[in-house]
T-cell receptor, first 113, second 113 residues
Framework: GQSLEQPSEVTAVEGAIVQINCTYQ??????LSWYQQHDGGAPTFLSY????GLEETGRFSSFLSRSDSYGYLLLQELQMKDSASYFC??????????????FGTGTKLQVIP | DGGITQSPKYLFRKEGQNVTLSCEQN?????MYWYRQDPGQGLRLIYY???????QKGDIAEGYSVSREKKESFPLTVTSAQKNPTAFYLC????????????FGPGTRLTVT
């Protein structure tokens, strides 16, 4: 089966940089996504990595190493509004051949002044 | 405006009653999903559908049922067989070839007493 591991909580200072790690175990791996969810809200898509390397989108970057089954989300120039939960999610194929996405349990990021 | 709607936002039911949660999208997406989220937890996949009239069980399908008669609609029924139905339910959709980029509705918070 699949498993994903990410830290449950991270605290960082406004203006700093924070990295949220995700390790996964799955078969039929296609790629790794990241989502942001504010308390009480719906998740929103941030990024997707199918190939090894770093993808940059503004203040957010995401990295993937397929050989290490590892990825991370990097948030730069942290702002108070970045306080939220961040989920990694693997895209893979189940035994029936259907693509599906499995979410991790999330990392709650608290940005402090 | 394109998006996903879920209604109602809050729903209260008595134990032993079936309840149906609605999900509608006008994004012309092929794939639709239902997730359950418990406090402090990640998203767990209940059911998903990649085309009309076809759907697959996710990781926690027991006690739930779905239908996909129209591309725009993917209602979820929480049956009385679901042992612990109180949760936050999220519906999502994605283009058929981009299952990794899911767009979420605002969610329905179901309380069963």
């Amino acid at each position: 089966g699949q498993s994903l591991e990410q830290p449950s909580e991270v605290t960082a200072v406004e203006g700093a940089i924070v990295q949220i790690n995700c390790t996964y175990q799955t078969s039929g791996f296609y790629g790794l996504s990241w989502y942001q969810q504010h308390d009480g809200g719906a998740p929103t898509f941030l990024s997707y990595n199918a190939l090894d390397g770093l993808e940059e989108t503004g203040r957010f970057s995401s990295f993937l190493s397929r050989s290490d089954s590892y990825g991370y989300l990097l948030l730069q120039e942290l702002q108070m509004k970045d306080s939220a939960s961040y989920f990694c999610a693997v895209r893979d194929r189940n035994s029936g051949g259907y693509q599906k996405v499995t979410f991790g349990t999330g990392t709650k990021l608290q940005v402090i002044p | 405006d394109g998006g996903i709607t879920q209604s109602p936002k809050y729903l209260f039911r008595k134990e032993g009653q079936n309840v149906t949660l609605s999900c509608e999208q006008n994004l012309n997406h092929d794939a639709m999903y239902w997730y359950r989220q418990d406090p402090g937890q990640g998203l767990r996949l209940i059911y998903y559908s990649q085309i009309v009239n076809d759907f697959q069980k996710g990781d926690i399908a027991e006690g739930y049922s779905v239908s996909r008669e129209k591309k725009e609609s993917f209602p979820l029924t929480v049956t009385s067989a679901q042992k612990n139905p109180t949760a936050f339910y999220l519906c999502a959709s994605s283009p058929g070839d981009k299952t990794y980029e899911q767009y979420f509705g605002p969610g329905t918070r179901l309380t069963v007493t």
